[in-house]
């Protein structure tokens, strides 16, 4: 019967399947599917101190690329801005209120940039 495959081995565990490839998970030859700028394609530059005991942070989000690009754009950001910040998920964080210099960088760096919230 060609139907039956093996699920669980006791000695590896589970043995999940990739489903383009059929090769267990841990080594599968596929390519990451790649996908397409995240949202709209506009990047939002806000204002936030909630949850940060009234420190302010400016909050980027809707930047495309993956966490290797995001942390690049969150250097630039901080040496532009003279301060600390991070990448937290897909959102760069810096510390401070610096809309405006970070909205006109990355319009240079050619993107389309709107500043959201107060």
Known sequence: ???NRVVYDTDV???DRCARCNRRTEAC???PVRQGPRGDGIV??????GGRK???VTVVTGLPGDA???????????????SGG???GDNVEIQGDHREK??????ELGHKVKLAGG
Not at 44 to 49: A, F, G, I
Not at 102 to 107: H, I, K, N, Q, S
């Open 1 to 3: 019967m060609s139907g």
């Open 13 to 15: 565990g589970r043995m």
């Open 29 to 31: 030859i596929c390519q």
């Open 44 to 49: 939002r530059v806000s204002r936030e101190r």
């Open 54 to 56: 009234g420190k302010t």
């Open 68 to 82: 290797a690009a995001l942390a690049q754009i969150a250097t630039t950001l901080k040496k532009l801005c003279g």
């Open 86 to 88: 991070t990448v937290a």
């Open 102 to 107: 970070v909205a006109a960088r990355l319009t």
